[in-house]
T-cell receptor
Framework: DAGITQSPRHKVTETGTPVTLRCHQT?????MYWYRQDPGHGLRLIHY???????DKGEVSDGYSVSRSKTEDFLLTLESATSSQTSVYFC?????????????????FGPGTRLTVL | KNQVEQSPQSLIILEGKNCTLQ??????????LRWYKQDTGRGPVSLTI?????NTKSNGRYTATLDADTKQSSLHITASQLSDSASYIC???????????FGAGTRLAVHP
């Protein structure tokens, strides 16, 4: 999985509790992404980072926050988990963004974290 | 609305047979189109990537085609193997900043 690890791989939690998922890369790629994957839907972007302490929202960012204090780590936090956030979460990395002349560059995905909110 | 639709949703074929998966998109503008393979319990892995000027691209037994005029792509798998059992995801990059559009995928099962 291109030097990307996610932790935990599985988590069950209760509604209203805070949850933090971690993505760690050893590729020194500048860009990191958090996606969620739900049955019947394509992967949807939650947040992404284009450098240390530089982050931006994706299409489904409500209820999620992120932080990136080091190049290699990107954290996704659910401040107060809800049942609608039950999903599989994937981290991805890329050397550059997907726009302009860099649009050909590939995103590499981690193994995923399965989160269940009861 | 930018959308990527894939068909069929699921497919069962016998080992050794060929199959073709379809992808229709309504994404504009268009920069490139990617096909990913996702094994159960794993993250997606890239198979091919094509710009609007590329009609065909192969990766071993996988051949992707692109018709930018009709906004259609297909992924053809030749001489299927049991290890081809996976979900195949079509992804369109409109060239905007980090806004890939993912299809829901086709789940392929190859039976012996």
């Amino acid at each position: 999985d291109a030097g990307i690890t996610q932790s935990p791989r599985h988590k069950v939690t209760e509604t209203g509790t805070p949850v933090t998922l971690r993505c760690h890369q050893t590729e020194n790629h500048r860009y990191m992404y958090w996606y969620r994957q739900d049955p019947g839907h394509g992967l949807r972007l939650i947040h992404y980072s284009y450098g240390v302490k530089d982050t931006d929202k994706g299409e489904v960012s409500d209820g999620y926050s992120v932080s990136r204090s080091k190049t290699e780590d990107f954290l996704l936090t659910l401040e107060s988990a809800t049942s609608s956030q039950t999903s599989v979460y994937f981290c991805a990395i890329s050397e550059t963004g997907t726009g302009g002349q860099s649009s050909y560059n590939e995103q590499f995905f981690g193994p995923g974290t399965r989160l269940t909110v009861l | 609305k930018n959308q990527v639709e894939q068909s069929p949703q699921s497919l069962i074929i016998l080992e050794g047979k060929n199959c073709t998966l379809q992808c229709n998109y309504t994404v504009s503008p268009f920069s490139n189109l990617r096909w990913y393979k996702q094994d159960t319990g794993r993250g997606p892995v890239s198979l091919t990537i094509m710009t609007f000027s590329e009609n065909t691209k192969s990766n071993g037994r996988y051949t992707a085609t692109l018709d930018a005029d009709t906004k259609q792509s297909s992924l053809h798998i030749t001489a299927s193997q049991l290890s081809d059992s996976a979900s195949y995801i079509c992804v369109v990059n409109p060239g905007g900043y980090n806004k890939l559009i993912f299809g829901a995928g086709t789940r392929l099962a190859v039976h012996p």
